[in-house]
């Protein structure tokens, strides 16, 4: 779905993870190629966050220095609606970025967004309504003021350490 975007198709994505399939001359799918799973997904936000985006790299167990973090998890926003999500929405709100529960509106049953709100496994959830202005577009929007606003000014620390640490 997400490949077949404008944005993917223009080229905005360095990297998208998904679930594929083989499929023989005939272009019949006939066995999965790679399948993505609660497990895979927390996998791929590490390389996310380090930079390693090839999934054959083995370096994305290494140990990187904060300066060398590609994309700091307090940047990532995490958008989940299942089960799957739950691990990937934990680590990404635990290492303060955005885990999103988006949910089905037309169903008044809210006991699983509750118990995730209450565990601390999401900081946010809103309606899978996607269109402007919703509650999750204002949110995705917030969020991305706050992340540059907070870049800013990490930067700011960030020369003002050097200073001191060169004098």
Same mark, same amino acid.
Not at 141 to 167: G, H, M, P, R, S
């Given at each position: 779905?997400?490949?077949?975007?404008?944005?993917? @198709? &223009?080229? !905005? *994505?360095?990297?998208?993870?998904?679930?594929?399939? #083989?499929?023989? /001359?005939?272009?019949?799918? $006939?066995?999965? &190629? @790679? &399948?993505? =799973?609660?497990? %895979?997904?927390? @996998? *791929?936000?590490?390389?996310?966050?380090?930079?390693?985006?090839?999934? %054959?790299?083995?370096?994305? =167990? /290494?140990?990187?220095?904060?300066?060398?973090?590609?994309?700091?998890?307090?940047?990532?926003?995490?958008?989940? /609606?299942?089960?799957?999500?739950?691990?990937?929405?934990?680590?990404?709100?635990?290492?303060?970025?955005?885990?999103?529960?988006? #949910? =089905?509106? @037309?169903?008044?049953?809210?006991?699983?967004?509750?118990?995730?709100?209450?565990? =601390?496994?999401?900081?946010? *959830? &809103?309606?899978?309504?996607?269109?402007?202005?919703?509650?999750?577009? +204002?949110?995705? $929007?917030?969020?991305?003021?706050?992340?540059?606003?907070? !870049?800013? +000014?990490?930067?700011? #620390?960030? %020369?003002? $350490?050097?200073?001191?640490?060169?004098?």
């Amino acid at each position: 779905m997400i490949e077949g975007t404008v944005m993917a @198709q &223009a080229g !905005e *994505f360095e990297k998208i993870y998904a679930s594929s399939f #083989y499929f023989d /001359d005939n272009g019949i799918a $006939k066995w999965p &190629a @790679q &399948a993505v =799973n609660y497990t %895979n997904k927390t @996998q *791929f936000l590490f390389r996310i966050e380090k930079g390693f985006l090839d999934i %054959n790299d083995p370096a994305v =167990n /290494d140990s990187i220095p904060e300066e060398k973090i590609r994309v700091p998890f307090r940047n990532i926003v995490y958008i989940g /609606d299942s089960e799957t999500d739950i691990p990937c929405m934990k680590l990404v709100n635990s290492y303060g970025g955005h885990s999103i529960c988006v #949910y =089905n509106s @037309q169903l008044s049953n809210m006991d699983k967004v509750i118990k995730l709100f209450t565990e =601390n496994r999401i900081k946010y *959830f &809103a309606s899978a309504d996607y269109n402007e202005n919703s509650k999750l577009d +204002l949110l995705i $929007k917030t969020i991305i003021d706050k992340t540059v606003a907070f !870049e800013k +000014l990490n930067q700011c #620390y960030l %020369n003002d $350490k050097k200073i001191l640490t060169t004098k």
